[in-house]
Each structure stands twice: as C-alpha cells, then as structure tokens.
C-alpha cells in the first residue's frame, strides 16, 4: 500500500536550523521531511497530525504495517529528504566481505534505490556496532553526509549514491576509532558540514595547533568540497569517546554549536569559526545525550557518569546558554541520580520528559524542575522518543513499543506491544504520515495508507542578530590543514568573521600579509609553493590583515621511497599523525631507535591516555597504494608480558601478538570471519626481529603478504603469511600499530617502497 502524497499546509515554511540561519527561499523544502536524526527542529519534534494511535507488527488488514525490511535493519536512526529514505546498516553480515553501506530507499514502499558500499577498516569495532552512526541530509542540495564507524566520511548524490568527495578521518586527521564503535553524526550548517571525534593529530608544539595530544575535536568541511575550514575541541585528553550529536541554534541573536563532550562537559562554539563560547563540567565521563536547546536559550542535558562532585550518579540539568565563558551561575537547575546518558530529552509546552537508562520515565517541570512524574516503561534504554500529533512515540531497547499521551499528572498509555528478540538502539522517526522504526531485525514503516498526511506549520526558527558590526574579529585562512608533495602550490583563501562569528569577508578579494615558518615559498595572493627538496617536513603559514592572524597547518610528504634510521634525529618525524605524542627516539644498547612508551592504567586516569597505549600512527597521504612498508621491531618482556606491534599498509595490519605469539594480517581484526590469517611468529623477547608488509591491488581483490625473519639473517624468498582479499582495500597510508599496554615497544629502520 502507498500513502498518498498531496501535502496540507497552510503556509509555506523558511528553513531554519539544520540548514544554517541565512534561510532558503520560502517553500523550498518540505516541511515534512527529516533531514537528520532529530528532525527539522533538532528536537524530536514533528507539526504532523492524524498519525496512527496502533499498529501490529505481524501486517495484515488494519496492522497499520506499511511494509517492514530485514535488510535495513540496524542501529542507525533514518532521515527522509526529497522523497527519499537514508539510513545506515551492515553490508555482507556474517561474511568474508562484510562491510557498511549507506543506503537509499522508497520510503513509501522499502524498495532500495541505490548503495554505498565501504569497507570498515582498522578499526576494532564489532560487527554488532556497525552503523552506529546516522546520515544527514542537506535540503539544500539534497546531498547526503554519512560516516563510518572507522571514521570513512563521504558526501554522497542524494539521487544516486554517486560520491563527491570522501575522506579518511582516522588516517587523515587522527580520528580515535574503539571497540565502542561510538560514531559521531554529522550535522550541516550553512555552507559547512561538522563532524566531529576524539582526535589526536600530527605536531606537537603550540604553534602547531597544540593538535598532537587527544582532544574532542570538531572538523568543519567545506560541505561541496571537503575541504577543511577550522579544527578545534575542548579538553586535552578527554575522558571517553562520545555520540552526543550537536544542536545547532542562534542563542541570545549568536549562531551556536552546542554539544555534549569527552571530557564530560557541555559546550557552545560558534559553528563558523570554532571559537568556544562556553562550557559547563557535568560528569567525570564522556557526554553522549544530545542537548536539548530551546528558541529562548535554554539547554536541557543528561548524562548517566559519575557527577564531577559528590558521589552520585546522573543528572538532567537546565543551562542558561546565553551566559558566555564559564560561570557556573549558567545552571538554573538541576536533579541528581538520573541516569539519561542515552536516550535525550524532549520538550513538550513546559514539561521535560527524560528517559533514562533503564527505561524509566520523568517529567520535569521545565521551569523550575520539579519532578511531576515517573513511570517504569521497561528495563533498558538508547531510543528517544519521537513528538508528534500530540503524542510520544517511544520503544524501549528490548523492544517494548509505546505510545503514550501527556497528561495532567503525567503520561497515559494509548498503545503499547513487544516486539519480540528485537532490540532497538536507533529513534523511531516520522515523515509524511509514515513513523520509521528501526530494530535489530527490521525497519519497520508504520502508518494509515488511507490517511492525507497533514502537517501544522514549523515555528518560526530563532533569528541570529543582524550583521551590525563589520569589524573582523577572526581571520580564518582555508584550508587550514593540507599534505602536499615537493613542489606543489596550494592558494588560500581568506574568510572574516567578526566577534559574533558572522561571516563579514568582502566579496572583493582580501589583501593581505602571509609568512612561513618553514620552508617553500607563498606569493602576495596567497598562493603557497612547497619546498622541492625530496623530505618530510612541515610549514606554517601565517596570514595577517588589520591586527588578525590566521595559520595553516602544511605537510609536505614525497614520493616512495621513504626511510628512516633515526641516528640523526632528535625526535620522530614531526608529519607522522599521532607519531610525536606517542613515541621517542631512544638510545638503547648502542642503537637509535623509536620506542613506543607503555603507560600502564592507573584509576582516574583519562580514558585517551589509556588508550594511546593501544593506537595507530600514520606517515603520509591515503591515495598511495602498491607499496610494502618494512620496520625492525623488538619486544621487551615486563612482568612476564609482551605487547602488539605492527605495520600498516592499505588499510591493512601484520601485527605480532605478543601473549599469543601469533603472526596475523588483518584490515578488521575484531571481526571473527573477515579476511584474515594467522600463523605462529616464533618470536623470543628482547630479540629483533624484521617485519614486511606488502599489498598489491588488483582491480576486485588485493593480495596482501607479509614476512618475518630474524634481524641479520637472510630475507626468506617465499612470503611468511598471505591472503587475498574479495573485499579489498586499494590504498591507504603506511603506518604503525603498537598496543604497549604491558610493555613498551621497540622499532627501527622504517621504510616504505613501491612495488
């Protein structure tokens, strides 16, 4: 059955919030769509009516059951644009191939009308936490923006699935990507699309960006092209990983990008610049509920940590976002020993509802936050619930569906079923008359095929301040970090933002002063000239206009082939991503050599530092492919225990285990079918060894072959290990791995050759 399509409104709509605040003409988008996982108004929050008030999951006459698809099922939460459903879900499951895919769909009757298929790469996420993410839909365009759980980030044709640009966030930026699988959704905004990790990057001093340490960090690409405008976070080494997805709304007349972090704190930063507007400490843990934000200002958060005093656990908590810095007179209440760090909160008229961890409901009094009622809907939570039609769709992680309507006194009960061995982690959705659910075994459609869809007007979005004052405050130079090889050029561009974060750059071209710090050449318009010289290094360039100063980051990486032996080096290379934060070159019994310190756990320690004993480390640009990377490596014995170490090529890994003392070769080693192979190393402690790694793409497959000899002896002729790849990875940074948690790690002579 379809539903029919004519839409009732009574007035034609300005797009607001998730497009940016300059608008889109009136009527240019449907205002029934769901551009992204939290709807056009960010809050879970629909104007439409006439939505059904039952349904059966088992179909037939009067089930209200639309259709419902085994093969879009997942954890991922849909959107709807332009008559289209996107969402999110494993490709392969269970398989030798499997990978991830965005998918695209009819949403009235399931059919799918195109795929994008990648692979999940060094990344030790479990294939039940593929598609953690959610797409997001610009309705401007009508692009889609998705990303992976091993930080693979594309802009794909909403029409056709055809990629304008992708990039590799781990292997470019230093994206962070755990056995969690917690992946951030990305969010449009204007001209920009946000996206954001905890990321640690190449350099190491200040004038670098103070990026080579971990922080939660947000990365806003230019949304056409990719290209990177600004870089920026909040604490050194956070806590945890995090998914709190972004709210993006002028408060008090100023764009704000409000979220919450992994250092446990919620923050506000102007999305065109970065500049941190404020913050507020909540938890001794990483912020994963999205933050509620109201037109007035106001913020509602929860989280289910540690609290950052006393010894309770949870809050639900009411910011004053229009006080800048960080005062802590910005919290105007707050309830204790509410465990919502999942499911985020919803507003309806002056009523907070909160669910928490375990399924429980709260009202709020949003006011004054006075608890008006409580009631058990089941055991586990993950899901938000959905607004519309004056009721709240809501289904438990255990698959106890609901759909309730407020009352004086709190909530009633107009339906509710089980569905059973289905657990949801994704948010029900609706779109032009059709609720979305998506399960562990479905998603489902839900709706009345007889039924006109009907929508009120959205509310008029908040306005962000008129642009009075045209003094620049911020030079942000584009792009603000680029790799390019011995003697190529690069032009910048200069944009201007004055000190709300408004864009005031002249339309004419801007003069301005640019230095280096480094070597190459820029002329008088901006355009930079990497130096020839055949090695590794890095340049700063520096704009200055008025009293401003704006910096972009260089690495100048050439051409195969590369080595290293570190007996003139006094650091590591300073281009590795991840490289100086985590290693040090040492004198150890005569020779030079980088060493992977091992920092043992100690308790409150934050979870990045931790978690930089296990990592990766990349040295150049991710389109290299058909070379071999090889390395000495040695593994010292503390307390009876070795640690991991191993190359990286093409997205692959060879990595020694040291407590099992196997040799494997892998791209997804969490994966219990994914290509793989695994022999016994033969390795003894203290002694070095030699490890060579090599993939030769070919079109549908990739070989890929490794080796490993004891230093000093001959090479063997025939390959130690091998695999051929169905699935393949054709190219990828070389790079290292090293898991020093029991002890450190030794290397040296690192070099990296074509084929």
């Known amino acids: 059955m379809r539903l029919k399509t004519s839409i009732l409104i009574s007035v034609a709509v300005a797009w607001g919030w998730t497009a940016g605040f300059v608008g889109l003409a009136a009527g240019a988008i449907d205002p029934m769509d769901w551009p992204n996982w939290r709807g056009p108004q960010q809050n879970s929050v629909s104007t439409e009516k006439g939505l059904i008030e039952s349904w059966d999951p088992d179909g037939g006459p009067g089930s209200n059951l639309l259709w419902k698809s085994a093969e879009l099922a997942g954890r991922s939460t849909p959107i709807v644009m332009r008559g289209k459903l996107y969402t999110i879900v494993r490709d ?75 990039r590799s966030l781990h292997e470019e930026f230093g994206l962070i990507s755990t056995f969690g699988g917690r992946t951030n959704i990305p969010i449009v905004f ?77 923050w506000a930063m102007q999305p065109r610049t970065g500049k941190q507007l404020w913050h507020l400490p909540l938890a001794r843990m990483g912020l994963n509920a999205s933050p509620l934000v109201t037109p007035d200002g106001r913020v509602f958060m929860s989280h289910s940590e540690e609290n950052t005093f006393g010894n309770t656990m949870g809050t639900v908590v009411e910011i004053d976002g229009t ?54 809907l089941g055991t586990t939570s993950r899901s938000t619930p959905l607004v519309a039609d004056g009721k709240i769709y809501y289904c438990t992680n255990s698959g106890q569906w609901y759909i309730l309507k407020p009352t004086d006194d709190g909530v009633e009960i107009v339906h509710r079923l ?27 459609c839900i709706g009345n095929a007889e039924v006109e869809p009907q929508a009120d007007p959205l509310p008029p979005p908040p306005k962000e301040d008129p642009i009075t004052d045209r003094k620049p405050a911020v030079l942000q130079l584009v792009p603000y970090d680029v790799l390019l090889a011995p003697g190529e050029t690069h032009k910048y561009k200069v944009r201007l933002y004055n000190a709300k974060g408004q864009n005031v750059t002249p339309k004419e071209s801007v003069k301005a002063d640019y230095a280096i710090d480094g070597l190459g050449k820029i002329s008088p318009d901006g355009t930079y000239t990497a130096p020839t010289e055949k090695v590794h290094q890095c340049a700063l360039i520096t704009c200055k206009l008025g009293g401003l100063t704006g910096t972009s980051r260089v690495r100048v990486i050439p051409p195969l082939p590369w080595k290293w032996d570190f007996n003139s080096d006094k650091d590591v290379s300073l281009t590795w991503i991840g490289g100086r934060v985590r290693y040090e070159i040492r004198d150890v019994n005569g020779e030079r050599i980088i060493v992977k310190k091992s920092l043992l756990p100690i308790p ?52 020694i285990r040291g407590q099992t003392n196997k040799l494997r070769i892998d791209s997804w080693p969490s994966h219990d079918v994914r290509t793989h192979e695994m022999i016994d190393a033969g390795i003894k402690p203290g002694e070095w060894y030699t490890m060579k790694l090599s993939v030769v793409p070919n079109g549908e497959t990739a070989a890929v072959r490794g080796k490993l000899w004891k230093r000093g002896d001959r090479e063997p002729e025939n390959w130690t290990i091998e ?33």
């Open 604 to 655: 409150r320690e934050p979870f990045t530092t931790k978690l930089g004993t296990r990592s990766m480390m990349f040295m150049g640009p991710i389109d290299l492919a058909n070379y071999t990377i090889q390395g000495d490596v040695q593994l010292p014995e503390e307390n009876g225990k070795l640690s991991d170490v191993g190359l990286i090529n093409s997205g692959y890994y060879m990595t």
């Open 323 to 376: 006080k800048l810095g960080d005062q802590t007179d910005k919290e105007l209440w707050r309830q204790f020993e509410v465990m919502a760090g999942k499911s985020s909160p919803i507003l309806i008229d002056d009523r907070l509802y909160v669910v928490d961890d375990f399924a429980k409901l709260y009202v709020f009094d949003a006011n004054s936050g006075e608890r008006i009622a409580f009631k058990k």
């Open 190 to 266: 204007e001209d920009t699309v946000l996206v954001s990790a905890v990321v640690v990057g190449w350099g190491d001093e200040p004038k670098w960006g103070g990026l080579a340490r971990p922080a939660h960090r947000f990365m806003a690409f230019d949304k056409a092209t990719g290209e990177l405008r600004w870089l920026n976070g909040t604490s050194i080494s956070p806590f945890d990983t995090t998914y709190s997805t972004p709210t993006v709304m002028p408060i008090g007349g100023q764009a704000a990008l409000v979220f919450g972090s992994g250092d446990g704190q919620v």
């Open 418 to 444: 089980r569905l059973s061995d289905e657990e949801v982690d994704g948010s029900p959705i609706v779109s032009h008359g059709r609720i979305y659910l998506p399960t562990s075994q479905n998603l489902y």
């Open 92 to 166: 392969r499951p269970g398989t030798a191939t499997e990978g991830e895919k965005v998918v695209c769909v009819d949403p009235a009757t399931g059919e799918i009308l195109w795929e994008h298929r990648f692979n999940v790469y060094l990344s030790e996420v479990p294939d039940s936490r593929v598609g953690w993410s959610s797409c997001a839909g610009d309705p401007e365009t009508g692009r889609v923006y998705a990303q992976g759980v091993s930080g693979y980030f594309c802009c794909l044709e909403g029409d056709t699935g055809k990629v304008v640009w992708d």
């Open 723 to 755: 695999m051929i790849d169905q699935a393949p990875n054709l190219h990828g940074s070389p790079g290292l791995y090293g898991h020093a948690s029991d002890a450190e790690i030794y290397l040296d002579n690192l070099q990296v050759m074509p084929n």
